[in-house]
Each structure stands twice: as C-alpha cells, then as structure tokens.
C-alpha cells in the first residue's frame, strides 16, 4: 500500500510539474516599439552595404557584354560574423540593325550610401549611386566580317548616357525566420533618370535604342530584386539581421531569454511576440 501511494504521489506531482510548466512554454508576450528605431539597427547593421553595377566588359565574340559582373555585399558584422556577396548578371538590351549591333552597357555604377526608413507596414533599404563617368557607354560593332567596332561615329550615334539621382530602393517587410527577425524583399524601385539626351531623336535606330534602354531601366530593376532576394535570404545576412535586431530587442524589452514568435509592422509600430525556447537560454 506504501508502494502504490508512494508511486501514486509521485505520477501526480509529475502531472502538476508538467501543467505548471506548460504555460510558460508556450506563453506569449507582446511588445510595441517604433519601427523608427528598429530602422536605425537595421541601418547599424547593413550600413556598409555595398552595391557594384557593371555590364560593360572588353569586345569578345562580336559583343562589349560582360556576364555576371554586378554585386551586392553584406559587410562583416562587428559580432564578427562573415560578409556576403552575391555576383549577377545585367541584361543585355543590345540590337542588331543593318549589319551591326548596338547597344549600351551601365559602366561601374557604385553605391555611396544607405539609409533605412520605416514606412507605415514595411522597411525601405535605399542605396544611392553614382559614377565616375557617364552610367551608359554606347557600343556597335559590325556584325559582317571582319567584325570589330563600327568607327568614330559610333560615339556620335551612342552618346554617353547620365544616370541623374541614380538610387536602388529594396522595399522589405519584417518576418520571424529561427525564433529570430529576417526580412523578405517585398518590391525594388530603381530610382533616377537616364538622360538620354538627342539619341530618341535619331531615325529609326534612335527610337529603337530609347525603347531598349527604358525597358533595359525595367529589366534591371528584376535583375537587382532577385539578387536582393537571394542575399536577403542567405543564411548569413538573416542571422546577422536576427542579432541585430534581437540586440535592440534585449537592450529595450529586457527578455534575453525569450525568442521572437511573430512580429507584425503596423501604421509604423512594429508588435514583436515573444515566447519561451529552452533551446535558447544561454
């Protein structure tokens, strides 16, 4: 009898533990912060961002087009973890009329900043560019042998092209990714003018240039998304937006020991879900 009321004692106490203890591992506790200052770690933590446009590459194969010569790089964060870069291609919007083909090609359009801005429901990443010269170099080479450049009037036909304001807005929403924040590439804006000067105004070969190079401003919008995308996605970038943003969360809402269940960015609030993981007590 001592036996059975001992092992009866101890299946209820194990019950009581065991339901003592479930709340607290799946309770929940919701804060509000700014997204503004959500937006200054973010900015703190991509700050050194840099972004490499680039298509314009020797004369090869009857073609100046240089394949997978843009990048985007994440820098090395001061927690010490490694940068990332991430190489793409720009397209190539060149045509072939009358026996040569002609195109243009962005040549070393760099970033020179970046600043994160909390919108009402989403973050915008904007990289503003510039370039040591013009942005469009204009090519045509001969496509009848010999082959080769056209001449010295190519530059006369091809004016150099500005990219006036010139910037990359990557529009980015807050998710949970590993109990940490990540963020999800929602849209990119490619910001700016081309300044295409009289080249519209060219017979036939002048409508034809302007219309590649408005739909080349569209292609490379596409282009410069999915390599966003994939940097955005990659495992180092999300881990180093996951401690950034959980360095804030620790020093604001002093829960360490909780990991980020959901999170919801509203009229520029952001409402962040924590909840207990043993895996992560430390």
């Known amino acids: 009898m001592r036996t059975l009321l001992a092992t009866t004692s101890c299946l209820l106490w194990a019950m009581l533990c065991s339901l003592a203890l479930a709340p607290a591992a799946n309770a929940q506790l919701s804060y509000t912060v700014p997204a503004a200052d959500v937006a200054a770690q973010l900015q703190q933590t991509l700050g050194g961002t840099t972004l490499h446009l680039h298509s314009l590459g020797p004369l090869a194969n009857g073609s100046y087009y240089a394949a997978n010569a843009s990048s985007i ?68 080479v001969r496509t009848r042998a010999p082959g080769g450049p056209c001449g010295a009037l190519t530059g006369a036909i091809l004016p150099p092209i500005e990219w006036r304001d010139g910037r990359v807005d990557i529009i980015v929403k807050p998710v ?52 966003a ?39 520029g609030t952001l409402t962040v879900g924590l909840g207990v993981s043993f895996s992560s007590r430390r």
């Open 176 to 227: 949970v990714a590993n109990g940490g924040v990540a963020l999800d590439v929602v849209d990119v804006v490619i910001g700016g003018t081309f300044d295409l000067g009289k080249t519209c105004e060219w017979p036939v070969i002048g409508t034809r240039l302007c219309a590649a190079v408005n739909k080349q401003s569209e292609r490379l919008r596409t282009r410069v998304a999915a390599a």
């Open 73 to 140: 790089k994440i820098p090395a964060s001061v927690s010490g973890m490694p940068g990332q870069r991430t190489y793409f291609s720009l397209p190539d919007e060149s045509r072939v009329f009358l026996n040569s083909r002609y195109g243009y090609y962005v040549d070393h359009v760099r970033s020179n900043g970046l600043f994160v801005a909390a919108g009402a429901d989403t973050f915008t990443i904007s990289i503003t560019l510039a370039s040591a010269g013009p942005a469009l170099i204009g090519t045509c």
């Open 229 to 267: 995308k994939t940097l955005l996605n990659g495992d180092v970038v999300r881990r180093q937006v996951a401690a950034g943003v959980r360095q804030y969360l620790d020093t604001t809402l002093n829960e360490p020991l909780l990991t980020v269940r959901r999170i919801a960015m509203q009229d």
